[in-house]
């Protein structure tokens, strides 16, 4: 019988310096101005790194999930059946059941889409404008690291072999790009003019 070979877990994404240049001269061609958000208002590369860290500490307590499972597959929906011989009370009973078991008890675990967009929404560590200037720079990344114009970072991130590991390296090189390129960073186009 001749030996099965494991193919070796592929490690985390990484992110270069060259990769995170590359997203810079991206930003700096885009058609639309990557740090404006919906309020019409710029983000400061600082507050959108911040946004980012956030993500990551969110996704490092409650749980990052590649993307959401709707039903958990339970047999509870059998006991859901149109029975006409059914007493309300049961029925009552089997309906309380299912939705407790298909909402789960566990800490909520996120996708990225959803820990940026609830990182914005605390108030503590971000905004609207940063959640969505923080995914325009994620996206960045992800199409300098891919080679695509047309590659998004949620996207990627829902990938089947994508890790938890993956996103915080992406959401890392996010921040780093945001502290580097972003507006108010020393360096940075608007500083130099």
């Known amino acids: ?5 494991i193919s070796p877990v592929p ?12 997203a810079a001269e991206l930003t700096d061609r885009s058609y639309r101005p990557l740090w404006i958000g919906p309020s019409g208002e710029e983000s400061s590369g600082e507050t959108v790194a911040r946004h980012l860290e956030a993500t990551i500490a969110l996704l490092d307590k409650d749980g990052w999930i590649r993307a959401y499972r709707y039903g958990n597959g339970s047999s509870a929906s059998a006991d859901l059946a149109d029975d006409d011989s059914m007493t309300v009370k049961a029925m009552l009973r089997a309906l309380i059941r299912f939705v407790r078991d298909e909402s789960g008890t566990a800490a909520p675990q996120r996708t990225l889409a959803t820990a940026l967009r609830h990182v914005g929404e605390d108030g503590n560590h971000g905004d609207t404008d940063t959640a969505i200037v923080a995914g325009y720079v994620l996206d960045r990344v992800i199409q300098a690291h891919t080679g695509s114009d047309s590659a998004r970072a949620v996207s990627w991130s829902e990938r089947q072999h994508r890790t938890h590991a993956d996103i915080t390296a992406l959401l890392t090189a ?11 960073a020393v360096g940075s186009p608007e500083q130099a003019a």
């Open 11 to 22: 490690a985390a994404a990484v992110f270069s310096d060259v990769t995170l240049s590359k």
């Open 174 to 184: 996010g921040a780093r790009l945001a502290r580097t390129y972003g507006p108010g």
């Open 1 to 5: 019988m001749p030996e099965t070979t």
